[in-house]
Nanobody, 122 residues
Framework: VQLQASGGGLVQAGGSLRLSCTAS????????MGWYRQAPGKQRELVASIITDGTTNYADSAKGRFTISRDTAKKSVYLQMSSLKPEDTAVYYC?????????????????WGQGTLVTVSS
C-alpha cells in the first residue's frame, strides 16, 4: 500500500487548510486511517484517526478545530484544519492500517505517507 499526501502549505494564524491522502493497492478494507504530525525537535504524535465503523478520535489540541473524514471508495482520508495556530506547524503524515488482498493470502498493512509540511505564521 502506498500513500500520497497533499494539501500542506503556508497559512496565517486563524486560517484553514485541507490535507488529503490517497492510498493505492489492493485494499479490501481500511481498519484505520489517521493523521499524525511531527514538529521540529518533537516526537510524532497522533492528530486524528477514524476506524472502520466511522468512530473518530482526536488529540486534545485538535478537538473543535480539525475534522477527519474519509471516502473509502476513493481510498482517501482528509483532514480539514481550521483556526490554525503557529503551534500547528509540523510535517503531517497520513497513516493507514488495512487488510490487503494477496493471492497467497491476505495480509494486514501499516503504511505511512511521505509527509506534507504545514506552516502557520503568526
Amino acid at each position: 500500500v502506498q500513500l500520497q499526501a497533499s494539501g500542506g502549505g503556508l497559512v496565517q494564524a486563524g486560517g484553514s487548510l485541507r490535507l488529503s491522502c490517497t492510498a493505492s493497492g489492493r485494499i479490501l478494507v481500511f481498519l484505520s486511517m489517521g493523521w499524525y504530525r511531527q514538529a521540529p525537535g518533537k516526537q510524532r504524535e497522533l492528530v486524528a484517526s477514524i476506524i472502520t465503523d466511522g468512530t473518530t478520535n482526536y488529540a486534545d489540541s485538535a478537538k473543535g478545530r480539525f475534522t477527519i473524514s474519509r471516502d473509502t471508495a476513493k481510498k482517501s482520508v482528509y483532514l480539514q484544519m481550521s483556526s490554525l495556530k503557529p503551534e500547528d506547524t509540523a510535517v503531517y503524515y497520513c497513516n493507514t492500517e488495512a487488510l490487503v488482498y494477496r493471492s497467497s493470502g491476505n495480509y494486514k498493512s501499516d503504511s505511512w505517507g511521505q509527509g506534507t509540511l504545514v506552516t502557520v505564521s503568526s
